[in-house]
């Protein structure tokens, strides 16, 4: 692999929900620029993630846990510091939509705990016990992935949106809270992007042959990749944002920057 320009040369990172997409384009895209990653998921395909980054010449572990779970949160930075002997960067990545399809009244409140608990407390932990990890390996940064969804409705389901809502003011808290530690916390939030979280929508579109249909709402008329998040992760983790903090970055391709029309479903026409 080689690192391209070293952004992360002597870092090592945690990336949550590593075993594909975002977290998985981070993983090779964090090693490339000089990381040791970690790359953590429920899934046991993490292992995949890791060899991959090992096979394009990187270094990297696979560690499953679940993101929401405080003590496999501790576990994770404790083996940072146990392996590589530091933490300096933390992608708290993982993320999940829940079971709800369709409007808001779909969704009870078993899914809408479920949602919160991977998308909105998994950050927090990440905060919370990689922080003070973070401040003694002599600085460095937290990055949580919202979303588009987060910064208006119509983005995605309600327990997920209002979770990613969450996400982006948990970014502006901590950054406050962590004042003075040389830890700094900041978010990106993607617009639609191909991976497996959208691959229902990706696959209809296709077997319709409307594949050319999808990101038409945004000012580029595309979806995106996850390589395109990855490197805006990389960025914000990166001593390139070393002025950059509490800031959640929009990756959408211009979407959030309407406010597009939207209809519940199922709302009459009028």
């Known amino acids: 692999m080689g690192a391209r320009s070293g952004a992360l040369a002597g870092k090592v990172a945690c990336i949550t929900g590593a075993a594909s997409g ?12 000089g990381a040791r990653v970690i790359c953590f998921d429920r899934s046991e395909i993490v292992e995949d993630a890791a060899e991959a980054v090992r096979s394009a010449g990187g270094e990297a572990i696979a560690m499953t846990g679940d993101a929401g779970e405080e003590a496999d949160v501790v576990a ?23 079971t ?3 409007g808001f009244f779909d969704s009870d409140a078993a899914n809408w705990m479920e949602v919160l608990r991977v998308n909105l407390v998994g950050p927090f932990l990440a905060v ?62 993607p617009g ?23 990101g038409l709402l945004n000012p580029l008329g595309r979806g995106g990749e996850p390589g395109e998040i990855a490197r805006a992760a990389l960025f914000l983790a990166s001593d390139a944002a070393s002025y950059v903090n509490g800031h959640v970055m ?14 519940p479903p199922g709302a009459p026409r009028r």
Do not use: W
Request: aromatic letters at 4%; glycine letters at 14%.
């Open 22 to 33: 975002i977290g998985r384009a981070s993983a090779l895209v964090f090693a490339a620029e």
């Open 250 to 263: 929009a990756v959408d391709g211009g979407l959030s920057s309407s406010h597009p029309v939207t209809r």
């Open 192 to 214: 639609l992007i191909e991976t497996g979280m959208t691959a229902p929508l990706y696959d209809s579109a296709r077997a319709r042959g409307l594949e050319d249909q999808i």
């Open 100 to 102: 709800a399809r369709g």
């Open 128 to 189: 919370k016990h990689a922080a003070p990890a973070i401040e003694a390996s002599g600085g460095g940064a937290i990055v949580c992935t919202a979303s588009v969804a987060g910064l208006r409705s119509g983005a995605g389901p309600a327990p997920y949106s209002a979770s990613k809502a969450g996400v982006i003011n948990l970014v502006q808290t901590a950054a406050q809270q962590l004042a003075g530690t040389g830890v700094r916390v900041n978010g990106v939030a």
């Open 76 to 98: 994770l930075v404790a083996r940072a510091q146990d392996d590589f002997g530091a933490l300096h960067v933390f992608f708290a990545n993982a993320g999940i939509t829940g």
